[in-house]
T-cell receptor
Framework: RKEVEQDPGPFNVPEGATVAFNCTYSNSASQSFFWYRQDCRKEPKLLMSVYSSGNEDGRFTAQLNRASQYISLLIRDSKLSDSATYLCVVNTGNYGQNFVFGPGTRLSVLP | GAVVSQHPSRVICKSGTSVKIECRSLDFQATTMFWYRQFPKQSLMLMATSNEGSKATYEQGVEKDKFLINHASLTLSTLTVTSAHPEDSSFYIC?????????????FGPGTRLTVT
């Protein structure tokens, strides 16, 4: 089993749709969790950290369920500019030395 | 947010030559930097972890003699692809680790696209 798994995608959704990304991780000792977005041929950029209490940033909501080892990202009212690959990232180290990337899920928001 | 630069952004070289890629943290000190490689339509794959003042730790399957890493200062790490071959053509991305609040985050450089002809 891979350390971090994500929905295979791609997701093709119309503008304004709500889209959910799912991610599971295998290492129960994982310390911190992130969602990154990566545009085509560019480096990943941090979208948001994921906290146990869940967190929201505008149209984006991230949730963490440690018991199920599951992370989610919800995008509401999707925009064309949201089209990208979304990477789930898990830090399994105590001192930030083991960031493991999921394979990513590609999102295309269609007009 | 923290800024990480990479140089060059794009390089084309002939088979058998060596290419050096620089990764700099511009506004913070990074004791740890990471080197990733990404092939088209695939996720990032960690190649090695670079610690300032010590030898890099390579992931399984990554040849340390082919991918030379030097982390000489708290703001600079270099990756040298020695005797490059066409199969080394890829997108190489570095990241630097920084403390943000109570957790560590990775700040990525813009990447270097290497094409070996």
């Amino acid at each position: 089993r891979k350390e971090v798994e994500q929905d295979p995608g791609p997701f093709n959704v119309p503008e304004g749709a709500t889209v959910a990304f799912n991610c599971t991780y295998s290492n129960s000792a994982s310390q911190s969790f992130f969602w990154y977005r990566q545009d085509c041929r560019k480096e990943p950029k941090l979208l948001m950290s994921v906290y146990s209490s869940g967190n929201e940033d505008g149209r984006f909501t991230a949730q963490l369920n440690r018991a199920s080892q599951y992370i989610s990202l919800l995008i509401r009212d999707s925009k064309l500019s949201d089209s990208a690959t979304y990477l789930c990232v898990v830090n399994t180290g105590n001192y930030g030395q083991n960031f493991v990337f999921g394979p990513g899920t590609r999102l295309s928001v269609l007009p | 947010g923290a800024v990480v630069s990479q140089h060059p952004s794009r390089v084309i070289c002939k088979s058998g030559t060596s290419v050096k890629i620089e990764c700099r943290s511009l506004d913070f000190q990074a004791t740890t930097m990471f080197w990733y490689r990404q092939f088209p339509k695939q996720s990032l794959m960690l190649m090695a972890t670079s610690n300032e003042g010590s030898k890099a730790t390579y992931e399984q399957g990554v040849e340390k003699d082919k991918f030379l890493i030097n982390h000489a200062s708290l703001t600079l790490s270099t990756l040298t692809v020695t005797s490059a071959h066409p199969e080394d053509s890829s997108f190489y991305i570095c990241s630097a680790e920084g403390l943000a609040g109570s957790s560590y985050e990775q700040y990525f450089g813009p990447g270097t696209r290497l094409t070996v002809t």
